[in-house]
């Protein structure tokens, strides 16, 4: 059974920081590859991070608008993905949704969502 829950979201002011979890079932996690996307109100879904099954270093990939500020990690053993989120702004205002792809690479396109979580900042 797929399975991908996401936790973390809240309202922090600009500079703030969130982590994102994402718990995920063992069917879901184990050997592929995780990401996070992000969609603000009007706007089309946006990458924002990924990270390989063998996790760390090069198997990590951030989008440019994140790259600095924003850390994708894993954690095999409890199959859970976080979006650790520092430098928060105004820009940053989404619903930030976990997926993940049948693969280990974290190039192409991810199969299961979650549900999403509220990521508000205030100015």
């Known amino acids: 059974q797929v399975r991908l829950v996401e936790s973390g979201g809240g309202l922090v002011q600009a500079g703030g920081s969130l982590r994102l979890s994402c718990a995920a079932s063992?069917?879901?996690?184990?050997?592929?590859?995780m990401g996070w996307f992000r969609q603000a109100p009007g706007k089309e879904r946006e990458f924002v991070a990924a990270?390989?099954?063998?996790?760390?270093?090069?198997?990590?990939f951030h989008a440019d608008s994140v790259k600095g500020r924003f850390t994708i990690s894993r954690d095999n053993a409890k199959s859970t993905v976080y979006l650790q989120m520092n430098g928060l702004k105004p820009g940053d205002t989404a619903v930030y949704y976990c997926?993940?792809?049948?693969?280990?690479?974290?190039?192409?396109?991810?199969?299961?969502w979650g549900q999403g979580t509220q990521v508000t900042v205030s100015s």
């Open positions: 997926a993940a792809r049948d693969s280990e690479s974290w190039r192409g396109l991810y199969g299961y």
């Open positions: 063992r069917r879901t996690f184990s050997g592929n590859a």
């Open positions: 990270i390989s099954w063998s996790g760390g270093g090069d198997n990590t």
